[in-house]
T-cell receptor, first 115, second 114 residues
């Protein structure tokens, strides 16, 4: 299996532009997580899907952020409009929730820079 | 949401020595899971060790072991015989048993001095 696949690996954009980050979870996994990593806050949970349904989006910072999971093999995180403070590494992770002892499998992250 | 606190932003250790990374968490739940992940400069997230809250025995994986103090809500990671390849950012994580959300701390950057 190729693991969790995220694209793009790097994204540079200007303030006000729309940004879309993409994620393909590991086949067969039924949970998907989006995280944002910054030096100040570490890894923040933005949103969590179970069986393609958003379960907890309390970590989404504001209405500019939205996430979708139209099917079991694809998810997007969109920022519109983007702001410089959104600059961070965004990780997608997936897990097969048979037991909560199951670990998360992470993608390689998207480094977002908003100028 | 549960909170996970790592109070040591940076730590350093001499090669072959032992180092302990601290982690505390806040929860009202009685059953949950705790993890330590390692993030080298490549940004890859690697599971180091996991602990189930209902188990009294501390988890061990080769040179890595934990000191789990449930009453104190403390979950520290001990790295023995430190190696240069252990240099990385280390994240402590809490996973709810119901709901399955994973919460991470802010990380500890570990430097290994040759």
């Amino acid at each position: 299996d190729a693991g969790v696949i995220q694209s793009p690996r790097h994204e540079v954009t200007e303030m006000g532009q729309e940004v879309t980050l993409r994620c393909k979870p590991i086949s067969g996994h039924n949970s998907l997580f989006w995280y944002r990593q910054t030096m100040m806050r570490g890894l923040e949970l933005l949103i969590y899907f179970n069986n393609n349904v958003p379960i907890d989006d309390s970590g989404m910072p504001e209405d500019r952020f939205s996430a979708k999971m139209p099917n079991a093999s694809f998810s997007t995180l969109k920022i519109q409009p983007s702001e410089p403070r959104d600059s961070a590494v965004y990780f997608c992770a997936s897990s097969l929730v048979v037991s909560a002892s199951e670990k998360l499998f992470f993608g390689s992250g998207t480094q977002l820079s908003v100028l | 949401a549960q909170t996970v606190t790592q109070s040591q932003p940076e730590m350093s250790v001499q090669e072959a020595e032992t180092v302990t990374l601290s982690c505390t968490y806040d929860t009202s739940e009685s059953d949950y899971y705790l993890f330590w992940y390692k993030q080298p400069p490549s940004r890859q997230m690697i599971l180091v060790i996991r602990q189930e809250a209902y188990k009294q025995q501390n988890a061990t994986e080769n040179r890595f072991s934990v000191n789990f103090q449930k009453a104190a809500k403390s979950f520290s990671l001990k790295i023995s015989d430190s190696q240069l390849g252990d240099a990385a950012m280390y994240f402590c994580a809490y996973r709810r048993k119901t709901g399955n959300q994973f919460y991470f701390g802010t990380g500890t950057s570990l430097t290994v001095i040759p």
